[in-house]
């Protein structure tokens, strides 16, 4: 039976019971708590499979047991916890009552020090999923046990109608619009919190669709053999396509799996899955989805292309998961990864790819890396951190990795000295002796994208996006491209 046939109560005479996951926090704390376990180890999946046969509550106390959340570092939808903040300021009894984990319930509960109580799912107690009728039952009883016959409720979801049915009150915070026609059926003046839309653009932020920008490296080989064969433009294209696919999906688990320290980062925080602004089983089929699709379209181009997409994947998933933590390690694999590309590129095309080309991509990349790195330390107060986030350096590191980022840049540009004077140079232009005037166009680009990483100006930034919106990148590449049309065809 609804309660709507009662006479009203005020929001102030009854205690108030909310739900935790999606309600308090956007996020939800299970799938934090599993991310969390993958992350430590991958083969944790398989444990977590097993558990799943022993039934949903001892799932949650076997996950709860090895992994938590912080609850520092959870996102809260903050007008609402502002509202709960002043309805305590007004003697009102909160209780947080959650089919998440009582271990989690307490520890999110002590760190808001909102709620007069809590209620969560407890295996050892009493074995039930702390939801739907099993919730409405434990609030039930609950409130009876403190002398109050109504009770207000705050939920966001399909399971919560169960204990709307039973509440005297309701509030609802994020709930989706099917459930939100039913609640107010139930209740007519129930409290809503309205639910932020998933847009567009923040699914395109999420996939980080301006860094298929870095994709582009698959057209290099292309370009330094001189083909203009418009089928291989178009297997080109079509690699292109699948690379940015598979990098979305790479980018999207490595988000999940980095969810922790994102949020306390400056500007990671801010991104959809820290944010919570993207749900996580929203970004898991997403990001399945795309490395289906981008490995559909490999195939399409050639089996040895997809190879390389295979290892490119797992290399990313691994860099995710340990590599990006071993100091060094990291950056070597950040420079392969965008060698890669150019092998890719170089496969798909179906051209030969230069070892000139190579060696100097890899000097060019290894010191990129490096300016990440120590735009990251810059950005580093020494009496207050001494490690980055997730990574292995220490702000004591950076006057290392700036020696080593700048010889590896300088040699980059001696690499394509030497290749100006090479048997393949004489072989693909006309008037190679153009070429000479890259290496001062090239070293001028590095040196300034060093001084701005020790002036702090990049601010943490990944150096090729900054390179995107910078016109001195664009009038370098310009002329690069320029000189190199000189050298082919003469003037």
Request: glycine content about 6%; proline content about 5%.
């Amino acid at each position: 039976m609804t309660p709507a046939a009662d006479p009203p109560v005020s929001l102030e005479t009854c205690p108030l019971y909310v739900d935790l996951d999606g309600t308090l926090t956007p996020s939800d704390t299970l799938y934090e708590s599993v991310m969390l376990f993958i992350r430590r180890n991958p083969f944790n999946l398989l444990r977590m499979l097993a558990w799943l046969l022993l039934g949903k509550a001892a799932f949650k106390q076997r996950l709860a047991g090895a992994v938590r959340p912080d609850p520092a570092r959870l996102p809260y939808n903050e007008r609402f916890v502002q509202f709960l903040r002043e309805e305590r300021a007004r003697g009102r009894q909160l209780v947080l009552a959650s089919a998440a984990d009582v271990r989690i319930v307490r520890e999110v509960a002590a760190h808001l020090k909102l709620f007069n109580d809590t209620l969560g799912t407890n295996a050892r107690s009493d074995g039930l999923n702390l939801s739907r009728r099993h919730k409405r039952a434990a609030i039930e009883a609950h409130a009876g046990a403190s002398h109050h016959t109504r009770w207000a409720y705050a939920g966001n979801s399909r399971d919560d109608l169960a204990v709307w049915e039973g509440s005297a009150q309701a509030v609802a915070v994020n709930a989706p619009p099917a459930v939100l026609a039913r609640l107010q059926q139930l209740h007519p003046q129930a409290r809503v919190f309205e639910r932020q839309r998933l847009s567009l653009l923040t699914v395109l932020r999420a996939i980080r669709l301006k860094q298929w920008s870095k994709n582009a490296l698959l057209f290099v080989p292309l370009l330094a053999a001189h083909s203009l064969d418009p089928h291989r433009w178009a297997m080109v294209a079509l690699a292109f396509l699948a690379f940015g696919l598979c990098a979305s999906a790479t980018y999207l688990f490595n988000d999940l799996l980095d969810l922790p320290n994102d949020r306390v980062h400056r500007l990671k925080r801010l991104r959809p899955l820290a944010s919570a602004a993207i749900a996580i089983p929203t970004a898991v089929l997403l990001g399945v989805v795309m490395m289906v699709l981008a490995f559909v379209l490999a195939f399409a181009v050639s089996t040895a292309f997809a190879a390389l997409l295979l290892a490119y994947t797992a290399t990313t998933l691994a860099y995710s998961m340990v590599l990006k933590r071993l100091a060094l390690i990291d950056v070597l694999v950040l420079s392969g990864l965008y060698t890669l590309r150019i092998g890719a590129g170089a496969v798909a095309a179906g051209v030969d790819l230069s070892n000139w080309l190579l060696a100097i991509s890899i000097f060019l990349f290894l010191s990129l890396a490096l300016v990440k790195r120590c735009a990251e330390l810059e950005e580093l107060d020494d009496g207050i951190a001494k490690l980055a986030p997730g990574r292995g350096y220490q702000p004591r590191d950076l006057s290392s990795l700036r020696a080593m980022g700048m010889a590896s840049g300088f040699l980059a540009v001696m690499v394509l000295t030497l290749y100006i004077d090479s048997q393949n140079s004489l072989a693909l232009y006309r008037h190679p002796d153009w070429l000479w005037g890259a290496a001062p166009v090239l070293l001028l680009w590095i040196m300034r994208i060093w001084l701005k990483t020790g002036r702090r100006e990049l601010r943490g930034e990944d150096p090729l996006q900054f390179a995107l919106r910078d016109p001195f990148s664009w009038a370098t590449l310009i002329a690069m491209g320029c000189i190199g049309l000189a050298a082919t065809v003469g003037i």
